[in-house]
Every structure is written in C-alpha cells, then in structure tokens.
C-alpha cells in the first residue's frame, strides 16, 4: 500500500499487489502522477504553466472559446448529460453560487465567532449566471465558451470520481490487474484480491461523535463506491453545520442525509449520482436509482437508519 496528499486535496490511497516493492512503486509513481495531471485540469483555483484547465474558462467566460485537453471536454459532456438525468440536482455550471458559499465557509471556519450565511441577495444574484445551455462544449474544435460573463464552472462534483476512473483504467494499463484506489471519499476497485475474493471498503460512519468509524462492509470487484456526505467539509453558524454540497434547487446546503454511497461500475457516474442523490428526498431518489441498470445506493439517515437501493450488498456492522 501507498498514500500520497498532492491531488485533490485529500488523501489517496492505493493497495495491490506486485512482483516486488519496487515493481509496486514504479506502478504507483505513475498513478500518482497521472492524478496530479487531473488535478492540475479540473482545478477551478490555479492555473498552470502550459495547460488550459477549468479555471482558464472560467477566466475567459463571456470573451471567448478555450481550446483544452480532450479530457476536459470528456469531462464536462459527463457533467452535461448528469444535469439532464438528474435533473439538475448535479450543476457543473453553478460555480458562481459555489464560490460564493465556499468564501463564506472558508472564512467561518478561519473566524468560528464571526461565521455568518451568505446573504440571500448575493446567491440570488449569482444563480442568474448558472444557464448550463450558455456552456457551449465544441468537440471537433476541442473547446469550450461559457457564454456569459459572471459565468463559472465548478466540477467539484464529477471531477474526483472521473479521474479515479481514468486512473483505474491507466492501472489495468500498467499492468495492475489486483488493486484498490481511494481519493478521498471516491473508492475503486481494480478487479479482485490476487486470491479472487473481492475487495472490502467499509462505509464511514456520518456520526462525528460516534465511536465507531464505519457502519458496515461492502464487497467489490470491478465497482466504484462514492460517498457525499455532510460531515468532512462544513461550517457552523450559530451552532448549525453547513455542508459544502449545495442543493441548485435551494441555493442552500442539502439537509436530506448525512451521507449517501452509490455503486456503479464508472466512478464519474457514482460521483455524480452520490451528490444528485444528496440533494433528493429519499423517495425520489430511491425510485431514480432503481431505474439506473447497474446502480445501487445507500442513504445512512439522520436518526442513524440505513436504507439500500434493491439490490445493494451490505454487510452492517453488528
């Protein structure tokens, strides 16, 4: 196993098995350093030496057409074609509202006593720039418009997940074919153990103040697992958590759950899905991931119940 903290702003892991350490480590050198091209294109807060990344849009929104990476344009054909299934619940063009709430959580965690809400008028202002049709993808040309100034991309959502799919495919590449990836709350399995029994990835427990770090087990071959949850990146107002997953819906952080996991084979659908599912009522959700082939859900409630899509394999920790 191997863990690095230079993609993404969390940890990666990765567990597999090789011929020898140094195999091991040559393998996972390169996986890390894909990774790090894949932040270095979905970050929304830099720019880098010779690369047009997502920032380099959003800095040009309303004057002209970015030529990009092609991985770019893959990236946000996903985000496009998520806005529509979901029904906008996941909103690749709403940076402008996401940025405002990022400031404020940024600060209220700096200054815990003077943490305070986004005033209301503000997000009403910048939710007048989040038209998804004004982000106008041209894949011949390999570029991307965002019509309107005052416009933002923000890929928070799918990024993680699609590059951890890319990175699982890069591994098969390189000779991987037993290994388990983890970026932060996106988890993927790289076919079997080399024994043949599947991967086991425990759900983190949403509870802060619980003893107990995960609720239970799930096994995986060849499957993604991807968690949105309330309680890793929030702020308190007034004694409230704040979470960093805001409903396009409301304007507002999402209250539904602490934490929702989706498990698909593609972990830049599970990551899409996981934050779409987030900003659902139970209900709703439940029957939209029973009409997904292939996809399975877990939502851990706010009384600490645990509820499954259909066919969703879980072993609870007992």
């Known amino acids: 196993e191997t863990k690095f903290f230079d993609s993404f702003d969390t940890v990666t892991s990765i567990s597999g098995y090789a011929a020898s350490q140094e195999e091991f480590e040559s393998q996972t050198k390169l996986l890390q350093e894909k990774l790090q091209y894949y932040h ?5 807060y830099h720019t880098y030496d010779g ?3 997502i920032k380099t849009i959003n800095d040009a929104a309303g004057v002209k057409a970015v030529k990009v990476d092609r991985e770019i344009v893959e990236l946000l054909k996903l985000g496009k074609e998520m806005y529509q299934k979901t029904e906008g619940r996941l909103h690749i063009a709403y940076g402008s509202v996401l940025s405002v709430w990022h400031e404020y959580r940024e600060q209220g965690m700096q200054e815990p006593k003077q943490a305070v809400l986004p005033p209301e008028e503000l997000l009403r202002e910048k939710a007048q720039h989040t038209d998804i049709s004004n ?5 011949e040309k390999s570029t991307v418009f965002l019509k309107e100034q005052g416009m933002s991309l923000d890929v928070g959502s799918i990024g993680k997940g699609y590059a951890v799919q890319r990175l699982a495919e890069y591994a098969r590449e390189i000779g991987m074919e037993h290994a388990l990836i983890s970026v932060g709350g996106n988890v993927c399995a790289v076919g079997t153990k080399k024994d043949g029994t599947p991967w086991r990835i425990g759900i983190e427990n ?3 103040e619980s003893d107990e770090s995960y609720v239970g087990v799930v096994e995986m071959a060849d499957q993604s697992i991807v968690t949105s949850g309330d309680y890793q990146r929030f702020y308190l107002v007034n004694g409230k958590r704040y979470c960093h997953i805001i409903n396009p819906g409301t304007g507002m952080p999402s209250e539904y759950f602490p934490s929702v996991s989706v498990q698909t084979e593609d972990s830049g659908m599970a990551d899409a899905l996981s934050t779409a599912l987030f900003n659902m009522e139970f209900e709703e959700g439940l029957e939209f ?3 997904l082939p292939g996809v399975e859900a877990l939502w851990i409630l706010k009384d600490g119940g645990i509820r499954c899509s259909g066919g969703f394999e879980f072993h609870e920790k007992k």
């Not at 270095?40 to 929304?44: E, K, P, T």
């Not at 982000?135 to 894949?139: C, P, R, Y």
């Open 135 to 139: 982000l106008i993808v041209d894949e």
């Open 289 to 291: 991931v029973e009409s």
């Open 206 to 208: 949403p509870d802060l």
């Open 51 to 53: 690369i047009n990344n």
């Open 40 to 44: 270095r294109l979905f970050d929304i």
